[in-house]
Nanobody, 112 residues
Framework: QVQLVESGGGLVQAGGSLRLSCAASGGTFSWMSMGWFRQNPGKEREFVAG????????AYATSVKGRFTISRDNAKNTFYLQMNSLKPEDTSVYYC?????WGKGTLVTVSS
C-alpha cells in the first residue's frame, strides 16, 4: 500500500522560495506518476503540477508555470516541488497524490 508524506511547508515572504518534499513508500517508486495539488478552505482542490512515472514528462497549472518545478529522486523515493517567486495567492495546503493515495498535506503561507 502506497503511503505519501509531505514536508517543507512554512511561512515565506512574497518573492521567496520553498521546496516541498513528498516521501513515498509501499510502491515501485520509479514507476509512480505523481501530482501536487493545493486546496484552500471552501474551495476545490486544484492541480498544481504533475510528473509521469516512466517518461518523466511534467505538466503545470498555468498559474504556476515558470515559477514551480516538479522533480523526483528515485534513489530517495521522494518527489519535490520547488516553488520560486511565491505570491500571496499561492497560500494553501499542498498535497501530493499518486493514484488513489493522498498525503495529509503541508501548509504554505506567503505573506505580502
Amino acid at each position: 500500500q502506497v503511503q505519501l508524506v509531505e514536508s517543507g511547508g512554512g511561512l515565506v515572504q512574497a518573492g521567496g522560495s520553498l521546496r516541498l518534499s513528498c516521501a513515498a513508500s509501499g510502491g515501485t517508486f520509479s514507476w509512480m506518476s505523481m501530482g501536487w495539488f493545493r486546496q484552500n478552505p471552501g474551495k476545490e482542490r486544484e492541480f498544481v503540477a504533475g510528473i509521469s512515472g516512466r517518461t518523466g514528462i511534467t505538466a503545470y497549472a498555468t498559474s504556476v508555470k515558470g515559477r514551480f518545478t516538479i522533480s523526483r529522486d528515485n534513489a530517495k523515493n521522494t518527489f519535490y516541488l520547488q516553488m520560486n517567486s511565491l505570491k500571496p495567492e499561492d497560500t494553501s495546503v499542498y498535497y501530493c497524490n499518486s493514484g488513489n493515495t493522498w498525503g495529509k498535506g503541508t501548509l504554505v503561507t506567503v505573506s505580502s
